[in-house]
Nanobody, 115 residues
Framework: QVQLVESGGGLVQSGGSLRLSCEAS????????MAWHRQAPGKERELVGT???????SYSDSVKGRFAISRDKFKNTVYLNMNSLKPEDTAVYYC?????????WGKGTLVTVSS
């Protein structure tokens, strides 16, 4: 049984920063990649960025240059460092892990950016 638990969400002012964490747990997990997605109120879930376990990253155009994804392989944890936050970044942020070809999702953490 794989579990993903996100943390670090909260309320921040526009222009501020926040760091999200997501830890994967379970027996004999082998992560090939992890990703952050987000879903704003009334909108579809969208990809924020991905990181392979080798360390390669990619980002959506909307967050490129402001957000950075990193991972700690030994802790099976991925981080999302968010800078220069905008009100349009307000969303529930979900992490996803690909393990043995199957995608597993966390329950999400809410990020609210006030103007």
């Amino acid at each position: 049984q794989v579990q993903l638990v996100e943390s670090g969400g909260g309320l921040v002012q526009s222009g501020g920063s926040l760091r999200l964490s997501c830890e994967a747990s379970g027996s004999r997990i082998s992560i090939s990649a992890m990703a952050w997605h987000r879903q704003a109120p009334g909108k579809e879930r969208e990809l924020v960025g991905t990181i392979t376990w080798g360390g390669d990253t990619s980002y959506s155009d909307s967050v490129k240059g402001r957000f950075a994804i990193s991972r700690d392989k030994f802790k099976n944890t991925v981080y999302l460092n968010m800078n220069s936050l905008k009100p349009e970044d307000t969303a529930v942020y979900y992490c996803k892990a690909r393990i043995f070809g199957i995608d597993h999702w966390g329950k999400g953490t809410l990020v609210t950016v006030s103007s």
